[in-house]
Nanobody
C-alpha cells in the first residue's frame, strides 16, 4: 500500500507563488508516473500536469509557463512550484502516483487527500 501526503497549500495574493510537496510512503518498490490534479468548487477534478520517472513533464494549457513539476526519486517526493498565481487557480490540489509494491506487481494509482490553494486579494 502506498500513501501520499500533500502539503504547502495556503492563501496567496494574485501574482504570488506557492510550492506544494507530495511525499509517498508505505510499501514501495518503484514509483513510475506521478501527477498533480486540482478541483475547484463546483467543478470536476482536472489534470494540472504529470512527470515521468525520468523527469519528463507535461502540463495543462492553463498552467503552462507558470507551474513547474519536479521530483526527487530518492526521497519519493514530487513538487509543484506555482508562480504567477491567478484567482482561477484556487482549488484543492491532489497528488497522484503510479507505483509498484513489488518487482512483478502491476502499477496502481494512489491519491493523496489534497491541500487547499486559495488565490485572492
Amino acid at each position: 500500500q502506498v500513501q501520499l501526503v500533500e502539503s504547502g497549500g495556503g492563501l496567496v495574493q494574485p501574482g504570488g507563488s506557492l510550492r506544494l510537496s507530495c511525499v509517498a510512503s508505505g510499501r514501495i518498490f518503484s514509483i513510475n508516473g506521478m501527477g498533480w490534479y486540482r478541483q475547484a468548487p463546483g467543478k470536476e477534478r482536472e489534470l494540472v500536469g504529470t512527470i515521468t520517472s525520468g523527469g519528463s513533464t507535461n502540463y495543462a494549457e492553463a498552467v503552462k509557463g507558470r507551474f513547474t513539476i519536479s521530483r526527487d526519486n530518492a526521497k519519493n517526493t514530487m513538487y509543484l512550484q506555482m508562480n504567477s498565481l491567478k484567482p482561477e487557480d484556487t482549488a484543492v490540489y491532489y497528488c497522484n502516483a503510479d507505483a509498484q509494491s513489488g518487482r512483478y506487481r502491476p502499477s496502481i494509482k494512489s491519491w493523496g487527500q489534497g491541500t487547499q490553494v486559495t488565490v485572492s486579494s
